[in-house]
């Protein structure tokens, strides 16, 4: 037997929902440019895409979508606070996982390591996530 106590609440926070989103990736109008030519590539930069393999995810899906009904019992934070935590850092991680292809060895030899996309940091900091 349904219970109807909480439907009007319930269809309050669905029609909220419909207006509302969440974006991740890089904010800062000097760090995304950079970000953007990594993630399709270029002539001269390699596709090291971080952003559209996690929302490819089925994992990451599933994920967001157990989230986003746990939201529904929080009080004092936006339910879309959760998932966006969660995918904020997935991006993150799939950054530091070293995306392939490898770097060049003059990159290495420049930045001491192989790891892609990661030179001073500034990229994993700028990764934000935003509600619409």
Known sequence: MLNYDHT??????????SKTGIEVGVFKSEIAPRYFFNELGTKNI????T???????????????K???K????????FLDIPGKFL??????????????PNKASTIARKGHGKTLIDT???LKSIEYKLL
């Open 121 to 123: 940091g500034e990229l």
């Open 46 to 49: 390699p596709e090291r895409p």
């Open 67 to 69: 989230l986003l009904a």
């Open 88 to 101: 904020k850092k997935a991006v993150k991680d799939k950054i530091k996982s070293s995306v392939p292809p």
């Open 51 to 65: 952003l559209r393999p996690v929302f490819d995810s089925r994992m990451v899906r599933s994920k967001v979508r």
């Open 8 to 17: 009007d609440k319930l269809i309050a926070q669905l029609k909220a929902i």
């Open 71 to 78: 939201g529904f019992e929080l009080k004092g934070l936006s």
